[in-house]
């Protein structure tokens, strides 16, 4: 699913514009994750879950491209760079964050705590527009 989830949703992205389908992505994920915990040991639905999950992992990609497009071309790498920065800053500091989680509360509500940050991120995203036009069909 992380294999085919930038390519599939990249293209649709290209037509129907980059936040739709990362709020789109967070709001699965954030499904998925959930889903995933009410499985627990059933193994059948469980790879179909965790492939469906996969998939939402095309968030960075698309985030990424949403940034550059948002950019002008001389202000892009300065963005991409700041991003990667924030972005390496933040995972570090959040697999701590979630370590502590596991360790102090167990790996459900270490999930579940996963799940709302996808709802934190699609918050963040919510007052952004597109900046350019997605491109039509037909």
């Known amino acids: 699913g992380s294999v085919i989830g930038p390519i599939v949703l990249g293209k649709i992205s290209d037509v ?3 936040r739709g389908i990362l709020l789109w992505t967070y709001g699965a994920a954030t499904l998925i994750l959930a889903a ?3 499985l627990g040991s ?3 639905p469980l790879f179909v879950v ?3 999950l996969g998939i939402t992992y095309s968030e960075s990609p698309l985030l990424l491209t949403f940034l550059a497009d948002s950019t002008g071309s001389l202000d892009r ?3 991409l760079g700041v991003y990667f ?3 390496f800053g933040v995972g570090s500091f959040w697999t701590s964050v979630i370590g502590y989680v596991i360790d102090s509360f167990g790996f459900t509500v ?3 705590v996963m799940a709302a940050s ?3 991120a699609a918050l963040l995203l919510l007052p952004t527009r597109e900046a350019r036009k997605p491109k039509v069909e037909g």
């Open 16 to 18: 129907r514009g980059r």
């Open 36 to 38: 995933f915990v009410g």
């Open 42 to 44: 059933n193994l059948a």
């Open 50 to 52: 965790l492939f469906l």
């Open 77 to 79: 790498d300065l963005a």
């Open 85 to 87: 920065t924030v972005a």
């Open 110 to 112: 270490a999930f579940y």
């Open 118 to 120: 996808y709802v934190g």
